[in-house]
């Protein structure tokens, strides 16, 4: 690889250190502010995740466009100073007038790592469209799987290191570090836009992509942005507590995300998919049954992990057939039908949790994931043949 590319990595990864730090923080904090701050229920909670996720998707999928026409480095750039603008709106504030418009910038959505849109998550298809552009397809999954593994542990640090601060305090200093790693951005060689906005060509694929997202973002906005208020409103934890599970969890999860590239070679994308999500899926259906904190501690440690196990594989599997000139906007498509049908599921749970209605979004994370599981099979195959470059080469191949 030349130097300049190794560099353009590198900065890529300061940047999205610094963005994950900050992230694992202010997934701890807010949901400790919102509910034991401002006293506020978990509805009010579901419907801020449900606002910043809808602001995420749209944000998302403009930076997907603008990245295609305008360019890829100047749209990553601002769409990285959105988080820390955020945290300082919160900071400065105690009125949900002025938290709920900093939530939609920042992206607090709680819907998953950063790659998945989580906090933050307006970058995602800029930064993964660059990388891609970066990688050849033979190591894609590799760097996806790294990029993927630091964003998860420095996330977890982020949770970890809000033990030692205040809950407002946290959203100044997250602040401040997410500021870091955005002047480097400036430094990154990348080809400019055309200009213009061309006519998708592979409209067939990003559709099914598209389709499997929407359904991993519902079932997904149905029990994640709620598990930590569920350890809050259950069994009473406190932060300092809750932090360290979080920590463990999270660099679990991103540990488990490094056997990527082993799962694609051993299994291929749609098994790899289908094993770790299938179990996932069990740990989450029975995990509001267990009201035993132990237990549940364990299933919150593991159940994410994996989620996320087989993620760098779907994104690796995305870029691999599209093409570039369309890359940005098909990575953006599939993050607002993720995230829109995420913040219909966190707007529903949001209202049956703050009934105590604890187990309906569990059973139907079960029932939607096993579905969307099927339909992986149904597109995609369970063969590990190279995937075709577009949808025209797919029919010529017919």
Do not use: C
């Amino acid at each position: 690889m030349a130097n300049s590319r190794k560099t353009d990595i590198y900065l890529l990864a300061v940047s999205r250190i610094t963005r994950s730090i900050a992230a694992g923080m202010i997934n701890v904090a807010f949901p400790y502010y919102i509910l034991t701050g401002l006293h506020y229920g978990a509805f009010v909670i579901g419907l801020i995740y449900v606002s910043a996720t809808v602001a995420t998707a749209v944000l998302g999928f403009l930076s997907g466009v603008t990245t295609d026409v305008w360019g890829k480095r100047g749209t990553l750039i601002i769409a990285s100073i959105f988080l820390p603008i955020s945290a300082i709106m919160v900071y400065m504030s105690q009125s949900l007038w002025l938290i709920v418009p900093a939530a939609m910038l920042g992206g607090y959505s709680a819907t998953g790592s950063l790659a998945g849109g989580g906090i933050g998550g307006a970058v995602q298809p800029i930064e993964s469209a660059i990388l891609a552009s970066l990688t050849s397809n033979k190591e894609r999954t590799r760097y996806f799987s790294v990029f993927t593994f630091i964003s998860g542990v420095t996330a977890a640090l982020g949770a970890l290191l809000s033990k030692v601060f205040d809950v407002r305090d946290i959203f100044l200093a997250a602040a401040i570090i997410s500021v870091v790693g955005i002047p480097g951005l400036w430094r990154l060689h990348v080809a400019d836009a055309t200009g213009k906005i061309r006519r998708l060509k592979t409209k067939t694929t990003i559709g099914k992509f598209t389709l499997t997202g929407m359904l991993n973002g519902f079932s997904q906005g149905l029990v994640v942005p709620f598990l930590i208020p569920f350890f809050v409103l259950v069994y009473h934890v406190p932060k300092s507590e809750m932090s360290v599970y979080a920590f463990v969890s999270g660099a679990l999860g991103s540990f488990a995300i490094l056997g990527a590239p082993y799962l694609e070679r051993t299994f291929g994308f749609v098994k790899s998919v289908v094993l770790t999500r299938g179990i996932g899926l069990l740990l989450f259906t029975v995990f509001p049954i267990i009201r035993f904190l132990p237990v549940s501690v364990v299933i919150y440690i593991l159940a994410p992990s994996l989620r996320v196990a087989a993620l760098p594989i779907q994104q690796s599997e995305l870029t691999k057939r599209v093409d570039d000139d369309e890359m940005g906007r098909a990575l953006g498509i599939n993050q607002v039908a993720r995230l829109v049908a995420s913040s219909t599921g966190t707007g529903l749970s949001g209202y049956l949790i703050d009934t105590a209605l604890f187990e309906i979004p569990f059973f139907a994370y079960g029932l939607i994931m096993a579905g969307n599981l099927y339909l992986y099979i149904k597109f995609f195959g369970t063969g590990k043949g190279k995937p075709p470059e577009s949808d025209t080469e797919s029919l010529e191949a017919k």
